[in-house]
């Protein structure tokens, strides 16, 4: 299916950030609301909720990402679904020191970097099984923007 994939037009792109937007706030809040009990996965997908304050606003902001654990570290994408821009959020992390991310009930501090090389060609396949539109979303951005693999290492440690 991937060899199908064409980039969303414009339009596509202007509306689909709108719908991840909104639908994102109402999820991040039943999330956080249910201790993860609810809203927990996407089209299958185990989802965590990322909170990090705006570098420009200053406003915490909580997003709900798909994510893999792999080791203590928790492995998300700044995929945007595959449209040609990166994620608002990811400029916020890349500014921050430090973010919160609950999965489940438990909430914790951790760090941010992205994937070297060869961490991303050990972690892409894991990424596709755990979630296998990720195809999809690297065919959609071939040639246009690569998609980061963000690493996230807890600061305590544990």
């Not at 909104?22 to 185990?46: C, I, K, M």
């Not at 420009?56 to 990402?65: A, D, E, Y």
């Not at 060869?118 to 195809?135: G, T």
């Amino acid at each position: 299916m991937a060899g199908d994939v064409k980039p969303f037009t414009p339009g596509q792109e202007k509306f689909g950030s709108w719908l991840i937007n909104r639908l994102g706030r109402w999820q991040a809040t039943v999330y956080e609301l249910t201790g993860g009990r609810l809203w927990n996965t996407f089209l299958g997908g185990p989802v965590a909720v990322l909170s990090v304050v705006g570098r420009k606003t200053g406003v915490l902001r909580k997003i709900p990402l798909l994510y893999l654990r792999d080791g203590d570290n928790i492995v998300m994408t700044a995929s945007k679904g595959g449209m040609s821009t990166l994620p608002v959020w990811y400029h916020n992390v890349v500014a921050a020191d430090t973010v919160d991310i609950q999965v489940g009930s438990e909430k914790r501090t951790y760090t941010m970097r992205e994937a070297e090389p060869a961490e991303e060609e050990r972690l892409w396949p894991l990424l596709e099984e755990m979630y296998p539109d990720y195809k999809d979303y690297r065919a959609r951005t071939a040639g246009v923007r690569s998609i980061p693999i963000l690493v996230f290492s807890p600061v305590d440690g544990r």
